[in-house]
Nanobody, 125 residues
Framework: QVQLVESGGGLVQAGGSLRLSCAAS????????MGWFRQAPGKERELLAA????????YYADSVKGRFTISRDNAKNTVYLQMNSLKPEDTAVYYC??????????????????WGQGTQVTVSS
């Protein structure tokens, strides 16, 4: 009933930037928390950044802190991820996710209710 549509992925050179967007289509709903995950081959899916409804609680993984910025537009049910100073180790499939149950950030993947299809981000050296 709800589909998250991601855009903005692609191929970029190290040091470059990309901006990912994720918007919910279909029925209108409230998302307490919006976030971005990534999964590289052979690795677990990891939470990179998350933002709660008010924007007053923001989480960043240590690996992206200072380089990535998450933001949201509640009226559009959209979450963004601005990625700067990209490194080859950032190469992964990036997924957006919405949590409609928790008013605070929950790191565990099982807490997230809706997932995007994933978009490939490849950073070349």
């Amino acid at each position: 009933q709800v589909q998250l549509v991601e855009s903005g992925g692609g191929l970029v050179q190290a040091g470059g930037s990309l901006r990912l967007s994720c918007a919910a289509s279909g029925r209108t709903f409230i998302s307490y928390t919006m976030g971005w995950f990534r999964q590289a081959p052979g690795k677990e899916r990891e939470l990179l950044a998350a933002i709660n409804w008010s924007g007053g609680m923001i989480y960043y993984a240590d690996s992206v802190k200072g380089r990535f910025t998450i933001s949201r537009d509640n009226a559009k049910n959209t979450v963004y991820l601005q990625m700067n100073s990209l490194k080859p180790e950032d190469t992964a499939v990036y997924y957006c996710a919405f949590d409609v149950r928790h008013p605070i950030v929950v790191v565990s993947t099982t807490a997230w209710d809706y997932w995007g299809q994933g978009t490939q981000v490849t950073v070349s050296s």
